[in-house]
């Protein structure tokens, strides 16, 4: 049974993405994966990582509880919207404080190697657009999915990262929806 979590990052649970969220947990159950959840929105946490690496901040209980659930799993799926190229603030915040030198990686005394300390996990990034996906990949280089895979996830031993887009959303019809949610659906249902 592969050990599933859904990392939804939208700040606002009437979004499209906690459909997208609703999808993809539907069809991993179905398929019998052993599911856990965070949504980063109920959180309770301080996302300023206040004195960055120079002085420890003491995670809060909801931040210790999330990060046992990413120690749990095999598969991380992120949910998020692109805003200004890049993730919510609020899920940045979440990375900030919790993927932490001694968590989720470590430098090397008097190198500038690390060591990923998350390895032999996958991750699979689910993100919405409101213009389409070769647009945001051409014409601005994609910044969100070169932040959150390759900066962080990739950084910290996680992968391979699969990427998929969604959108563009704006003004999308009903059965345009539909059918991305039947896709996501299925994307469950193959634990990928």
């Known amino acids: 049974?592969?050990?599933?979590?859904?990392?939804?990052?939208?700040?606002?649970?009437?979004?499209?993405?906690?459909?997208?969220?609703?999808?993809?947990?539907?069809?991993?159950?179905?398929?019998?994966?052993?599911?856990?959840?965070?949504i980063i929105r109920n959180l309770q946490f301080n996302p300023n990582l206040q004195f960055g690496y120079q002085k420890r901040t003491e995670l809060e209980p909801d931040l210790l509880d999330a990060w046992e659930k990413i120690k749990w799993a095999e598969h991380l799926v992120w949910i998020h919207p692109v805003w200004w190229g890049g993730l919510p603030a609020i899920a940045k915040g979440f990375i900030d404080r919790l993927f932490l030198?001694?968590?989720a990686f470590q430098y090397r005394k008097n190198s500038v190697w690390w060591d990923k300390l998350l390895a032999g996990r996958t991750a699979h990034i689910i993100?919405?657009?409101?213009?389409?996906?070769?647009?945001?990949?051409?014409?601005?280089?994609?910044?969100?999915?070169?932040?959150?895979?390759?900066?962080?996830?990739?950084?910290?031993?996680?992968?391979?990262v699969k990427v998929t887009y969604i959108g563009p959303i704006k003004n999308s019809a009903a059965d345009k929806r539909e059918n991305w949610l039947r896709k996501i659906n299925m994307m469950g249902e193959k634990l990928q």
Not at 10 to 24: C, Q, T
Request: hydrophobic residues 35%; glycine residues 8%; contains cysteine.
């Open 1 to 38: 049974m592969k050990k599933i979590l859904i990392i939804n990052c939208h700040p606002n649970a009437d979004s499209f993405n906690f459909g997208i969220h609703d999808a993809y947990k539907k069809g991993a159950v179905t398929a019998g994966a052993e599911l856990k959840e965070i």
């Open 101 to 103: 030198p001694g968590f």
């Open 127 to 160: 993100t919405t657009l409101d213009q389409p996906s070769w647009y945001y990949r051409f014409a601005f280089g994609r910044p969100s999915v070169n932040q959150l895979k390759k900066s962080t996830l990739e950084f910290c031993g996680i992968k391979p």
